[in-house]
């Protein structure tokens, strides 16, 4: 049995991992609450950038003439998931390949089937599911160590040349949408070609598929 002093050295122990996991836990609110402030800031911009293309989309009707907004028939699919590199965050990963599956399997059954459906990756925990089991067009899981526009900005661009070239007919995104810390909203979004947004009444450009 632990006598007096083993009880007041275990006892000051305690107190001391109580204050730096205190002190850890302030640090990573201080941590989210930036990023939950720049995502909040960015979304409104976003939509209301996705927005102004639909309508200009709309408004030209038959004379558009642009490259990325052909509507073809979807024979070469390219599905973008969005991921993390780490695990022990529930459903978040397990959902986005769920979603994946789906689009996989169901939706563009025909071009999997014919071998013309590719994967790009983004975190390594898909990029790991899915290096043998689909065939994966690019792997982008070091983007997250220094997320800044000009790192992926390229990576728009080489997308639209390739659809624009007719490498893809339809390219779709698959990821969470940050609601609050502990509810994301699982959402597959089309990517392009950009849907007119009188056509969209069927909410096909993103479909949120449920929240985890």
Partial sequence: ?????????????????????????????????????????????????????????????N????????????????????????????????????ATNYLIGDTYAAANKAGTLRLMTFGRKVTEYYSKRANVYASFDHIYDNLTFEQVAPIAEDLMKAFASKEFDRIVIVYN????????????????PIQPQEQDTSNQTKKILFAN
């Fill in 1 to 61: 049995m632990a006598n007096l002093k083993e009880v007041r050295l275990r006892i000051a122990s305690v107190k001391s991992t109580q204050q730096i996991t205190s002190a850890m836990k302030m640090v990573a609110a201080s941590k989210l609450r930036k990023a939950q402030n720049a995502i909040i800031k960015l979304r409104p911009y976003a939509s209301k950038l996705t927005e102004m293309l639909q309508n200009l989309t709309a408004s030209l009707g």
């Fill in 63 to 98: 004379d558009n003439n642009s490259p990325y907004a052909q509507q073809r028939e979807p024979k070469n699919v390219l599905i973008i998931t969005f991921a993390s590199n780490r695990g022990l965050c529930g459903a978040f990963n397990a959902n986005v390949i769920k």
């Fill in 177 to 192: 949408q940050f609601k609050n810390a502990a509810v994301q909203r699982l959402i597959n979004e089309q990517f392009l």
